[in-house]
Structures are given as C-alpha cells and as structure tokens.
C-alpha cells in the first residue's frame, strides 16, 4: 500500500501534536509525584474515562475482533462482552472506595488493607510482577501487533536490503516486512512514545488518549462505512455471508449464523461449529469470567490503570463519572466498527467462496482488518488511518509506562529502597524508570516469539483470584495470606494443567481450564483465610475510617469506630448495578440492531437503555452524588506503610 506524501505529513503532523501535548504539561508533571502518576487529583470524569478507552482500544484489538468474528461469529466476542458486568459492579461498588483511599497505585492497597510483613512482601512483589513483568508482556504483546500492521500496510513497497545488527536484539534484514516493522515499533514508535510520557507524566498521557481517541473511533467508522459501501451495502453483505455459511456446510461442517448476538443453543453445550461459541464457554463468559478471572484492564473490583483513572479524579463524583463512562464507551460504543469491517474481511477473503479468496486471511484471520484498509481506503485517508493506528499503539503504550512506572517508583523504590527524600528526587527517578521501561519493553517484543507461553502462564496466574479482589473491600476477615495463596494456587494449577489435553476447540478447552482453575484457586484461598490470623484490629479500624466502607461485613469495626455513621448502600448499589449491565447491553445490540437495518427492535433496545440512564441518574441523585451514602465521609489520617 504505498503512502503518498500527503499521507506522511499527516503522520508527521500527528506525532508532532503528541509530542506537542507532553511538552504543553510538562511543568505540571515536574512538581512532584501525585502529579506524574495521578495528575494532582484534579481530572474530570469525561477526560479521565476517556482515557481509559483509549487504553483499551489497542493496536491489536480490532485485528483480535476480526479473528474472533472470522472464527465465532459476532458471539464470540463475549469473551470480553461477558466483563461488562464487572465493569458495572466497579462502577458501583468499588469506584468512590477507590478515590476516598488517596493511595497513588492499586498496589499500594496491600499496605492500607493488611498489616504486618506478609502486606509489606505482598506490596513488593505485585510492584515487580505487575510493574516490570506484566508490564513488559502487555507492551510486547501490542508491540506484536502493531509490527503486523505495519508489515501489511509497507510490506509492497519495502525493498530488499542487507542484513544489520542491532547488538542483543540480534540481527535483522531490513528488507523483510517483519523485521522492518519490528525495528520501526523498536526504534521509533515505542521510544518517541516513552518521550511525551516521560515529559508529560499523567497529564500528557490524559490529553494525548483524547486526541488519540478522537482520532481512532473516526477512523474506524469511516473504514467501516466505506468498506461496506465497496461490496455493496449492508444487504449484500449479509448475503454474501448467507452464501459462504452454505458453502461451509456443504463440505459437512456444523455452522451458525455468523451475525447472531448470541450462541447457537440448539448447537449443544459443547459444540465445536464454525460461527459460534460453544454454550459452555458461553456461560463461563457472562456467569463467572467476570468475578473469577483477573486481566489487565478488566480487574474484578477496578485495579491497574483504571485505579490509576480513578486516583486522578477530581472526588468521588467523577471517580464515579469516569468509569460508568468508560464503560458505556468501551462495550456498548466502540465493537460495531471493528465487527461490520471483520465481516467485510469474512466476505472479501473467506476461501469458502470470497469475493477475493486468501491463503493469508485462512491462516491468519487477524490480519484480514489490515488487508480491508489496505485494499480498500483511497490514499486520501490512508495516511489518516495509519496514523489512527499509531494513536492506537501509542496510547497503550504511553499509560503501561505511566502505570509500570508509578509501581516501581511508589510501591518499591520509595516504599522499600530511598523513603525519605524529596519529591522531585522521586520525579527524577520516574523519569529515568521510564526510560528503562522503554528498553525492557524494546527488549519484550524482539524476543515475544519465546515468551509466548510465558505469556499464557501470566494470564493464568489471574484465573480464580478475583473473587478475593472483590470481597477484601466487603468482609472484614480477608488478610494478605487470602491474596498470597490465590495467587500461588492459580499458578501452580496453570502449570499443572499445562500438561492435560482437553477436547474441543480453544474456546470450550479454555472454559474447561478456567472452571477447574477457578474452582481449586477459590477452595484454596478460602482455606487458606481461615487457617491464618485475621488483620489486627488497629489495621482493620485505620482501613475503616480511611475507606468507610458498607457496615455489612464490617460490623465489628463498626462497633470500635462509633463515630463514624454506619453506611449501608448494598441495595441501592445493587439496583444501579443491575440497571447499569441492561443499559450498556441494550444500548450494545440496540446499536448492532440499527446497523443491521432492523429498527424496530434497535430503536425498542436504545429505549431501553436510556429508561435504565434515568433511573441510574435518579437513584444517585436522590442518594447524593458525592459518597452515595447521603453523608460525608470523615477525613481519616494516614497509616503506617501507605506513603
């Protein structure tokens, strides 16, 4: 796909503003650490949720989308639908808990909600393991990604050259498409990245994600809408699929209809038919992923950088804003491009009967979203589209630095290393941890083809813990060895079943491993819990007053703390919860029932949603926007260990 010079100025121009923006902030993020890492607590709910979108939508998830639809059909994609309703319980439940504790990273937690030295071993290790390791994996893997977007769109006109060495990344012949990309993620785009992160802390990171998300939805809708409009509009594309679907099950394969919303129940619960999911995965999915499974930018109870989102706001309003927002925009807004374009992708390059049949969309399906841009965009928006690419990579890419970093400064360096020093001594050290986060991670992806089952262990380890990240907010008898045990049984049961072959495709082998993994993580930790001391009352009562949590589950705290007023919000959270799933999820397929032409129904779901909005903003408003609980909190003094 060649680029003209008009799509070059237009990259340039966007790289420009980006560095532009970090240099704007950079004095802000100079003053000290609660200004780089959380923005001075003074960010809004629509910047603040906003970015957290633009976190989320990496340079490899409208290719992930498009492997998923080329696979399973519109269904498959509750793999990530399914989290929605832990993202509502966030929402409500954890949210205000989250900005009332004034810690800087979720890590920090450990040492707010536990005591002793198992807290103090809990904080150091989840700052290494989520900060450097985690952290590396993420960037590697978008890094991966976004070298196979670039290998597509240049690959044409990349020439053969010699080979170079690039020291202990090895060596690389400038002339494959692969390694080119790779050098150019390495070398350009990661580093000028790590530039305005390192210059603009949190806020450079907050106002680049808008401008990067501004950028990204209009280009995904806009390649959208032309690549339907290319074969024809939305009528013929059903009707193609209509006709690849018969020719699949001409050849004796089970298959669905690939623009269903949800399984093919009558397929069986462990089906293996193309175009849909297996009902049992189906289940795991929406009934237990979302509370059992822990995953970046979906943790049980709010973690990671939506935390660092949540710190960053101004109060509990817009703590609570930022993330109803980001929700609403990352399920129910942002799928429909990236489907009806991987549905394009099934239509023009499927081998069962494409308009344009290939041998690299069969192997690979991922990468059918890249071939629609390259074949079908006019050059006049080619380079805008790449650079929306760009804006995808780097907008991940900025906050896994920010958020890598505030761990190992705040939760390792300052906690356990240098405590006393000053905070532009702090700043200074963000800054050159920055720098080697952008080495490690440079690191991460040229080597990621050997660390792919790595990979897999990492996500792994999170299977069966959420449960603890949810209830240690709500049940007073939680203590850090809860946390500990979970941790090391979700690791050892990945390894182990590592070993066992399991039937099925991927999806029903993955629900089959997440429901023994779960089952033994969740047996494992509760034993765990009981067999150990509980926290120490002093811990307990300085979380109290600190979060001022529901009393249920905290009765006994309550009766040593009376002069805080009992708060007791279950019911209503609940309700807000509850409306908060149907109306992301009606205004979901409401969405995806206008784009397929049926209006009725799409119009009766939009209905819907906005009935469930009204209610939200009327029970809040009732209650009291600023704790929920129609009283304010009292200001509790800093504990021992959370600075």
């Known amino acids: 796909m060649p680029l003209t010079s008009t799509d070059w100025i237009v990259i340039v121009g966007y790289l420009l503003v980006n560095l532009a923006i970090g240099i704007y902030y950079r004095r802000r993020a100079s003053g000290n650490t609660e200004e780089f890492f959380v923005s001075g607590r003074d960010v809004s709910w629509w910047l603040a949720g906003t970015s957290m979108v633009a976190t989320t939508f990496a340079a490899d998830t409208p290719l992930f989308v498009c492997g998923v639809v080329a696979r399973q059909g519109i269904a498959g994609n509750w793999i990530w639908w ?87 990344l090895g060596h690389y012949t400038l002339g494959d498409p692969h390694n080119t990309a790779l050098a150019i993620c390495i070398f350009v785009l990661i580093p000028f990245t790590g530039i305005y992160t390192f210059i603009g802390g949190l806020w450079g990171v907050l106002v680049t994600d808008l401008f990067q998300f501004a950028l990204k939805m209009t280009m995904i809708i806009v390649l959208a809408w032309v690549a339907v409009a290319k074969i024809g509009g939305m009528h013929a594309l059903e009707a193609h699929l209509q006709r690849i679907q018969s020719n699949v099950q001409a050849t004796g394969v089970a298959t669905s209809n690939p623009t269903a919303f949800f399984p093919d129940f009558h397929q069986g619960l462990t089906s293996n038919a193309v175009w849909t999911l297996p009902v049992l995965t189906f289940i795991v999915y929406l009934g237990m992923q979302w509370w059992l499974a822990w995953y970046p930018g979906a943790e049980p109870g709010g973690g990671g950088y939506v935390a660092q989102r949540m710190f960053s706001a101004r109060n509990e309003k817009h703590s609570l804003g930022a993330t109803l927002w980001f929700n609403i925009a990352h399920y129910a807004l942002r799928p429909w491009p990236w489907i009806i374009t991987a549905l394009v992708a099934v239509v023009v390059y499927s081998p069962n009967g494409g308009l344009h049949p290939s041998a690299a969309f069969a192997q690979d399906p991922e990468q059918g979203y890249v071939m629609v841009l390259r074949d079908f965009l006019p050059p006049a928006l080619r380079g805008l589209m790449v650079a929306a690419f760009l804006a995808a990579f780097m907008s991940t890419v900025g906050t896994q630095l920010n958020w890598g970093c505030s761990y190992l400064v705040n939760d390792l360096y300052k906690r356990f290393l240098v405590r006393n020093s000053s905070e532009r001594h702090y700043v200074q050290v963000s800054r050159v941890i920055t720098v080697l986060l952008v080495l490690a991670s440079g690191y991460t992806a040229a080597q990621l083809k050997s660390i792919g089952s790595g990979w897999e262990l990492v996500l792994g380890v999170g299977f069966g813990t959420g449960a603890v990240y949810i209830l240690r907010w709500y049940w007073s008898r939680i203590n850090a060895w809860s946390e500990i045990s979970a941790m090391i049984a979700a690791a050892v049961v990945t390894i182990a079943l590592k070993n066992v072959a399991f039937t099925g495709n991927d999806a029903l082998v993955y629900a089959k491993r997440t429901l023994i993994t779960g089952g033994i993580t969740t047996i494992a930790w509760i034993i765990a819990t009981f067999i150990t001391p509980a926290e120490s009352d002093e811990t307990l009562t300085a979380f109290y007053r600190r979060v001022h949590p529901t009393v249920y589950g905290w009765k006994r705290i309550a009766r040593l703390v009376p002069e805080l007023p009992e708060v007791k919000d279950v019911a209503g959270n609940a309700f ?68």
């Open 82 to 168: 399914g989290f929605c309703v832990g993202g509502m319980l966030t929402v409500f439940f954890f949210a205000r808990y989250w900005r009332r504790a004034e810690i800087l990273t979720d890590v920090q937690f450990c040492e707010i909600r536990y005591g002793g030295k198992p807290a103090a071993f809990l904080r150091g290790f989840k700052s290494i393991y989520l900060g450097l390791f985690m952290n590396c994996f993420i960037l590697g893997w978008v890094t991966r990604a976004m070298v196979s977007i670039i290998a597509v769109i240049l690959g044409p006109v990349i020439a053969e050259g010699r080979v170079v060495s690039l020291g202990f």
């Open 576 to 643: 807000n919860w509850l409306m908060g799933v149907i109306l992301v999820y009606a205004c979901l397929f409401g969405i995806g029932k206008l784009v397929f032409g049926q209006w009725a129904q799409g119009l009766l779901l939009l209905a819907l949603s906005g009935i469930c909005a009204y209610l939200i903003f009327w029970d809040l408003s009732r209650r009291g926007w600023d704790t929920l609980s129609g009283k304010k909190t009292i200001e509790a003094p800093q504990t021992a260990g959370a600075d």
